[in-house]
């Protein structure tokens, strides 16, 4: 009993750093947001005099708002379509077999690995020539390239479990082969497909570096590239209260959008398909 | 309702293994047939491609007098129920058996009440809301029936669909099967490796072996009168006992004693002496003191040790062993009992099991007097493992009839169908 009494002890100290560790830095961001622009200098963990002021001059500034639409209608296009290429995708690697089915592996785990700095200049180039420079498209495009190829491993490993047999079943049942896709696998793939969802979406509302190279004005820019902008009330102040601030609220969705699906992430939905 | 044709169907996978090779059988409309082998036999790759999940290599596939090869599954009106059951995870039961009501766009009403009567048939109604993850295997079968039965299809085709279930349950699904299938009259194709399953089930039951169909007949023909030495020893539990034998004028030479042979086997193969294989089913031999005295000629006694005795109630069962030459034929006896599955038997050894009547007072280690009915014994080529006895009285009635035909009407007259030739074959 004594080394269990030990482990726990061990494991909650483990615990504790870790969460200290992680919680720290985002209960400063928070605290920070909530002070005003005299206090910042303040060493005390928490403000002295609570203010909304940040908030509500983030929210009224149209550098930011604007922004925060673009991130948000970005991120969701570019996440729908690279959900349901892959799931097409996905479903081509884990199920057919097929010519070159390796190449398209391995290229989509080289794209993964590629390094997106040495992408930026030819994007940008490439992007001004045809006019998609500072527009949508033209972030949702190469979103879209490099959530793929995540979306489409996680996808593979999901399909890979349905069962064969419930396919040709609904076959037999008199299903076309989009309707055996659609109503049955990818219905049992949808915690797959949520996972991977979430995962591109993250990945779109965090980039930085093709929101801040591939555009020019508000019109497009995201919100983690608008925080870059920001500046403070004069010359001389720096913004940190409406950068902090700022931080917070785009946090907010992914908390948001993790919390009502990570609940169908956990279920095993394919349970009880076939016995043994 | 319809009938379906296999004509020399073939089925060969890119890497060129050959699944199933030149399969023809015709299987008549309302009739109940069972495709049996041991795994690997092609059995299954029979029924995927009577269903249309697999491709026909060549060959020719007919349902209802219409060409299907190329046709998809949901062209074709078949119902299949899989090993697995595949029932669909995210339905309830209900949606599960109406799911193919719904892709034919059948009216809601009409689709209720198709699964509520087959529901109710099959004890389910209490369960329609369910999702399968909740259900007993028992239950999950039944849902997997429920589906193909709601369809009213042209044809069931079931891959072994009792297999997942425990012996209890298996038993008493295997008679709701056959009732069912009564009841409704269609066309039933059942693939299993589970020989009492085949016999107590089909109308007829077909016999594959790497592809090739072997023979295929009502249960309890194939059970007299296996056409070779595979579905010999394929049907039937304990399997038939096989030691090596020679034929010649003085009759049949076995390790039991020499037996005496009918005219027509021993005219098929008499001219020089010929080496066989003997079988003999268990159930043929008896201890000699409950053989009445007129049945006593027709077979040989002879003396063997009882090694165990397993008394059954109803039977027992006795091993003994007897040097039954089988070392010569070692390698063709071992393929078989591997392709039978019956690898543990051990093929070689020279153990022989007999089925005798309860009231014998044979006791275990006690050398006895033993009795073996030479009618039951089957006569098998080795090289090409043949059941001659079958096979000889086939061409000798044929061949008498043919002569008498002739003879009598100065005419050809038309082969004799094979019923008769069973029947006069089955009583030498």
Redesign the interface.
């Known amino acids: 009993m004594a080394t269990t009494t030990r482990q726990k002890a061990g494991w909650g100290a483990a615990n504790a750093v870790t969460f200290v560790v992680i919680a720290i830095p985002l209960l400063w961001i928070a605290s920070l947001s909530f002070k005003t622009p005299a206090a910042i200098t303040d060493p005390s963990f928490w403000p002295a005099q609570w203010t909304w002021g940040n908030y509500s001059g983030i929210l009224t500034n149209s550098t930011f708002v604007r922004p925060l639409l673009n991130s948000i209608g970005i991120g969701l296009i570019a996440t729908f379509i690279a959900v349901v290429f892959a799931s097409m995708a996905a479903y081509a690697v884990a199920r057919l077999a097929m010519p070159g089915k390796r190449l398209i592996v391995a290229g989509a785990l080289l794209i993964s690995i590629f390094p997106q700095i040495s992408l930026v200049t030819p994007l940008y180039n490439i992007e001004r020539s045809l006019s998609l420079f500072n527009t949508w498209p033209g972030l949702i495009i190469p979103y879209i390239a490099f959530g793929l190829p995540m979306a489409v491993y996680i996808l593979a490993a999901f399909f890979q479990q349905i069962?064969w047999?419930?396919e040709?079943?609904?076959?037999?049942?008199?299903?076309?082969p989009w309707?055996a896709f659609t109503?049955?696998i990818a219905?049992?793939a949808a915690p797959g497909m949520v996972t991977s969802a979430i995962l591109v979406f993250m990945f779109c509302w965090n980039e930085f570096l093709f929101a801040i190279s591939l555009t020019s004005t508000t019109s497009a820019r995201t919100a983690p590239a608008a925080l870059a902008f920001f500046s403070g009330g004069s010359q001389f102040t720096t913004p940190t209260g409406p950068i902090a601030a700022a931080a917070v609220v785009i946090t907010i969705p992914i908390i948001i959008f993790v919390s009502v699906f990570q609940r169908r992430i956990v279920s095993g939905?394919?349970?009880?398909?076939?016995?043994? | 309702m319809a009938d379906m044709v296999l004509d020399q169907v073939t089925k060969r996978y890119p890497d060129g293994t050959l699944a199933v090779d030149k399969l023809s059988l015709n299987i008549a409309d309302g009739e109940f047939v069972i495709l049996v082998g041991p795994s690997g036999c092609g059995k299954s790759t029979t029924l995927?491609m009577l269903?249309?999940?697999e491709d026909i290599t060549e060959g020719e596939l007919r349902i209802g007098g219409k060409v299907v090869n190329d046709k998809?599954?949901?062209d074709r009106d078949?119902?299949?129920v899989?090993q697995?059951?595949?029932?669909?995870?995210?339905m309830t039961v209900r949606e599960n058996m109406g799911?193919?009501l719904k892709?034919?766009k059948t009216p809601k009403g009409v689709i209720n009440q198709k699964v509520t009567e087959a529901a109710h048939s099959l004890g389910l109604t209490d369960l329609l809301d369910r999702?399968?993850?909740?259900?007993s295997?028992g239950q999950?079968q039944r849902v997997a029936m429920g589906?193909a039965i709601v369809?009213d299809p042209a044809a069931f085709?079931m891959d072994e669909p009792l297999s997942?279930l425990d012996a209890k349950l298996r038993v008493q699904m295997r008679l709701e099967v056959s009732k069912l299938q009564k009841r409704l009259g269609t066309t039933m194709v059942y693939v299993t490796h589970d020989q009492t399953e085949a016999l107590t089930l089909g109308d007829r039951v077909a016999v594959l072996r790497a592809g090739v169909l072997q023979q295929a007949a009502p249960p309890q023909e194939l059970y007299e009168r296996p056409v070779n030495l595979f579905v010999a020893g394929f049907i039937g539990s304990p399997s038939m006992n096989f030691m090596s034998g020679t034929l010649d004028s003085g009759g049949l030479r076995t390790p039991l004693g020499d037996m005496p042979v009918s005219g027509s086997l021993r005219q098929e193969v008499s001219t020089a002496s010929r080496e066989v294989i003997v079988g003999i089913r268990p159930e043929n031999f008896q201890d000699p003191s409950l053989v009445s005295a007129d049945v006593r000629p027709h077979g040989i006694t002879f003396q063997a040790t009882i090694d165990v005795l397993e008394s059954l109630g109803a039977e027992k069962y006795v091993y003994f062993n007897m040097d039954l030459g089988k070392a010569k034929y070692v390698t063709e006896l071992e393929e078989l009992a591997r392709d039978a599955g019956r690898a543990d038997s051990g093929a070689a050894s020279e153990t022989v099991v007999a089925r005798l009547d309860p009231a014998t007072r044979i006791s275990e280690g006690a050398k006895v007097q033993l009795w073996a009915d030479a009618r039951a014994l089957h006569v098998f080529d080795p090289a090409t493992g043949r059941n001659l006895s079958v096979a000889a009285g086939t061409t000798a009635s044929a061949a008498g009839q043919a002569g008498a035909g002739a003879a009598g009407h100065g005419a050809v007259t038309p082969s004799p169908t094979s019923a008769q030739t069973r029947s006069s074959a089955a009583t030498q």
Do not use: E
């Open positions: 069962p047999q419930l040709k079943a609904a076959k037999v049942d008199g299903a076309t309707q109503k049955v219905p049992l939905l394919t349970s009880g398909a076939v016995k043994g | 995927n269903a249309g999940l998809s599954p949901r078949i119902a299949m899989f697995s059951y595949a029932l669909y995870p995210h799911f193919s892709l034919a999702k399968p993850a909740n259900l295997g999950q589906r369809r085709l997942n």
